[in-house]
């Protein structure tokens, strides 16, 4: 079946440094990837996505890495600041047929310190 | 332009009791998607409507129900409440049906609690 995961539940930086969260999946044949974000007591944000077809998309601030090989997603943020605590979700955007839907992983909690 | 609205933003039930979930999607969105979220937990797709008719089903009972409506809006129903559908719901918009880049865009949710 398809499901989307995450390696790191929590992590804890340095206000400017640079985080990288990390996403694994599992069905191949997914071809669209979006990352959100969600702060507390609100819905999930868009932040970035990719399709299958490339390896690498930028943003500001903010790049998704896409190893097709590997099955594995990634989230850079650069510079990271205190509003950009939050939880982090990858997801991943298949077809049911008739439709198409997003898989969610658990989520990252990015916590950053000033 | 405002962005996927839905209403209400909390609300209390009792097991047993029905309830009605509303949402507005962004102006010119034909899709909504409901999604379930737990605490904790990543949201769980529900449901999608396109043009007013249903295009998929998540791994939910027939106790939840949806509709949209030709302006687009879609309310989300479930009946019988039990404790376990206490929850975010999410509902998210998008230009068409889902493809890729087809982005969904979501609101703030509701936040159900059933005593």
């Known amino acids: 079946g398809e499901s989307v995961g995450l390696h790191l539940p929590t992590l804890s930086v340095q206000e400017g440094d640079n985080s990288i969260i990390n996403c694994a999946y599992s069905n191949s044949a997914s071809d669209y990837f979006i990352w959100y974000k969600q702060e507390s007591g609100k819905g999930p944000q868009f932040i970035i996505d990719?399709?299958?077809?490339?390896d690498k998309r930028q943003g500001q601030r903010v790049t998704v890495l896409l190893n097709k090989t590997v099955k594995h997603l990634s989230l850079q943020i650069a510079a990271t600041q205190p509003g950009d605590s939050a939880v982090y979700f990858c997801a991943e955007n298949s077809s049911g047929g008739s439709n198409y839907k997003l898989t969610f992983g658990k989520g990252t909690l990015l916590t950053v310190n000033p | 332009d405002a962005g996927v609205t839905q209403s209400p933003t909390h609300l209390i039930k009792t097991r047993g009791q029905q309830v009605t979930l509303r949402c507005s999607p962004i102006?010119?969105?034909?899709?909504v998607s409901w999604y379930q979220q737990v605490l904790g937990q990543g949201p769980q797709f529900i449901f999608q409507y396109y043009e007013k008719e249903e295009r998929g089903r998540g791994n939910f009972p027939d106790r939840f129900s949806a509709r949209q409506f030709p302006n687009y809006s879609s309310e989300l129903n479930v009946n019988a409440l039990l404790l376990g559908d206490s929850a975010l719901y999410l509902c998210?918009?998008?230009?068409?049906?889902?493809?890729?880049?087809?982005?969904?865009?979501f609101g703030p949710g509701t936040r159900l609690t059933v005593l």
């Open positions: 998210a918009s998008s230009l068409f049906a889902g493809g890729p880049a087809d982005t969904q865009y």
């Open positions: 990719i399709r299958s077809n490339m």
């Open positions: 102006s010119g969105h034909k899709s």
